[in-house]
């Protein structure tokens, strides 16, 4: 997926894309008795229908000459058995078809859901969140209907055409001939047409995508939105920008799709009107001579050339939708991380935690650098402070040691190993970040804590609210621990939500351990206590501790002063004081 926002179309190649169907169908084999079965039950039912204009053939040319109440009765019972054994099948076909499409799209979900949990951050940096989401829920949606309503239906329909085609020439040439002329022309228009529509419904369903990801960006940032009075603004946007292109091209879809139906009507009633006059002449031919039956019979094979034709038409309209569909389902299941195990990755439950980076560079668009020549080492069990500007590049220091980013150039170590000869489980569990802006999803507080260690005991979650002091707001809150949060800890307030995140990372008792203004929003009493707390916490681990308040930083091993692409200054808080330069103005400023 290129780079793209709300109002720039996703690209799309319309063309079909034989080897995605073969990988599509890769899927549908294990459900292969399903299909053959459901096959054959259409097939069964398309020779049955088939036998119909047969039937009436005898009653008008045999029984209505000479009337034979048995026979007639006979006939009648047939044509109701015929009736009943067509809907069993319909039912029998429908519920096996629909079930195999289900499970076949709910493996492609699976897949799916996989992939996205693995992407880089690299990955989301750069696309609206709900065209990913598109992609994940309404793409394969359509699949599942390819597979339930067009895919053995277009076989049978296939199959049906052959036989009527080879029946009715078997049954009577001439006419046949006449059919013939009628159905091709039909099936060129209605192909033709098709192919138009396609091309604006591609159109019409990238609109769909472009809304989805202005509604989704709408709903997140809803607050902002509101505070800023932006509302009558983005409808304006939605409106012009979002749904005008819609409607747009919702009329040209329509244009050429309220030319469909008339003009396959009129070729229809012309080849019924030339089949009539072919009739009208070789019933009275002498040569040929046809019954009134055969005409009778003859018509009713013409018509059942209709639904095969708008069938297989239709599936492959719907083949090259998909085609597309399975194309960006595909594309974003082929996307690999950048940052994935490599060969031979080890996989350690040990990390002493000496961290240390060799030569750094590091970019975030291949163009330009936000750290050069970035050299630093913290031994095992050393708290190292990051100070410096917003925007110097103290997230992007700490986000190379656990490979949220890998570096552009040179290496992070720990234990003296780079970070990408470990496997990500292993560095992930031993390497604990709170992030800036972590996040809190639906479920208790418990819950909450409890996300990084799935096995962990409540005992074990209080234990670690505890020790930063976050009980004492838990405790206070309707249920507790088992207080239900709603997704991103709506109803709490950000400090709140740092300190059950905060809980969250102490838990999972990391080697490494990264706060980025972890505890920004909390209030300097808090803050004090969890500063006694984090002299415990913080023993026998190393930490990197992105902070602004000076109690917090002042204790640590070592201060880096962060700026133009490197480390300004470096050294303990009395050494940098000493040297009076920027860290010393940035504690006055204090
Ligand atoms: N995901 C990203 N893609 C591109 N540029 C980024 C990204 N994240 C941060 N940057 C840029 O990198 C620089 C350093 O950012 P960051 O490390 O977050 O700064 P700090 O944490 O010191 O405030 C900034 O100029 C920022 O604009
Ligand atoms: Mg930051």
């Not at 080897?19 to 054959?40: D, S």
């Not at 750094?360 to 069990?381: C, K, P, W």
């Not at 008792?509 to 300097?524: F, G, K, Q, R």
């Not at 330069?581 to 204090?590: E, F, Q, R, S, V």
Request: a neutral charge; proline letters at 2%.
């Amino acid at each position: 997926m290129k780079r793209n926002t709300y109002n720039v179309d996703e690209e799309l190649k319309t063309r079909f894309n034989l080897r995605y169907l073969l990988r599509i169908l890769r899927y549908a084999l294990p459900y292969k008795a399903a299909f053959i079965t459901a096959f054959v039950t259409i097939l069964s039912i398309v020779a049955l229908s088939m036998l119909r204009p047969l039937v009436n053939e005898y009653i008008i040319d045999k029984l209505l000459p000479n009337p034979d109440y048995r026979a007639f009765t006979v006939i009648i019972v047939v044509l109701l058995a015929l009736s009943v054994a067509e809907i069993v099948g319909a039912v029998v076909q429908s519920t096996l078809l629909n079930r195999a499409g289900y499970k076949i799209v709910y493996q492609i979900r699976n897949d799916v859901f996989k992939v996205l949990q693995d992407l880089d951050f690299d990955f989301y940096d750069n696309r609206p969140a709900g065209k990913i989401v598109v992609r994940a829920t309404s793409y394969i949606d359509e699949l599942a209907t390819f597979f339930a309503a067009h895919l053995v239906n277009m076989l049978v329909n296939v199959l049906k055409l052959i036989i009527l085609l080879a029946f009715i020439y078997l049954y009577e040439w001439h006419l046949a001939v006449v059919t013939t002329c009628t159905v091709i022309p039909i099936f060129l228009f209605i192909t033709l047409m098709r192919k138009l529509l396609n091309k604006r419904l591609f159109k019409l369903r990238n609109a769909d995508s472009n809304r989805a990801a202005f509604i989704t960006e709408n709903v997140a940032g809803h607050m902002v939105i509101k505070s800023f009075n932006r509302k009558d603004l983005n409808l304006k946007i939605y409106m012009d920008d979002v749904f005008e292109p819609s409607k747009q091209r919702w009329h040209a879809f329509l244009r050429v799709n309220n030319l469909f139906g008339p003009g396959l009507e009129l070729l229809w009633n012309i080849g019924t009107i030339a089949l009539l006059a072919t009739s009208f002449f070789l019933i009275g031919s002498q040569t040929v001579g046809i019954t009134l039956g055969t005409v009778v019979a003859f018509m009713s094979y013409t018509a059942m050339f209709s639904e095969p034709i708008t069938v297989i038409s239709g599936a492959f309209q719907q083949l090259s939708n998909v085609s597309s569909y399975v194309e960006r389902i595909f594309e974003l299941m082929d996307t690999v991380p950048k940052i994935r195990n490599k060969q031979g990755a080890e996989d350690v439950t040990y990390i002493r935690g000496d961290v240390s980076f060799e030569n750094v560079a590091f970019s975030y668009d291949g163009e330009t650098n936000i750290l050069e020549n970035f050299n630093f080492t913290a031994n095992a069990g050393q708290s190292i402070a990051l100070v410096g500007a917003t925007g110097a590049g103290k997230t992007t220091v700490v986000n190379l040691i656990n490979r949220f980013y890998d570096v552009t150039d040179g290496a992070v170590k720990i234990d003296g190993k780079d970070v990408r000869d470990f496997t990500l489980h292993s560095l992930r569990s031993r390497v604990g970040v709170m992030l800036q802006d972590s996040f809190i999803f639906r479920g208790s507080v418990m819950e909450n804590i409890r996300y990084g260690k799935a096995d962990a005991t409540d005992e074990e979650c209080i234990a670690a609210a505890k020790l930063i002091h976050a009980d004492e707001f838990i405790e206070k809150m309707p249920r507790g621990y088992h207080t239900k949060l709603s997704e991103n800890g709506v109803g709490l307030s950000q400090g709140e939500k740092q300190l059950i995140n905060f809980a969250r990372i102490i838990l999972k008792n990391p080697s490494v351990l990264i706060l980025d203004e972890a505890t920004s929003s909390i209030d300097t009493d808090t803050e004090r206590k969890i500063q006694e707390a984090l002299n415990t916490v913080l023993k026998g681990r190393t930490s990197f501790i992105i902070a602004h308040r000076l109690s917090t930083i002042k204790e640590c091993d070592c201060i880096l002063y962060i700026g133009n692409k490197g480390i300004l200054e470096r050294g303990t808080h009395e050494e940098l004081l000493e040297k009076n330069g920027l860290y010393a103005a940035l504690t006055n400023a204090h």
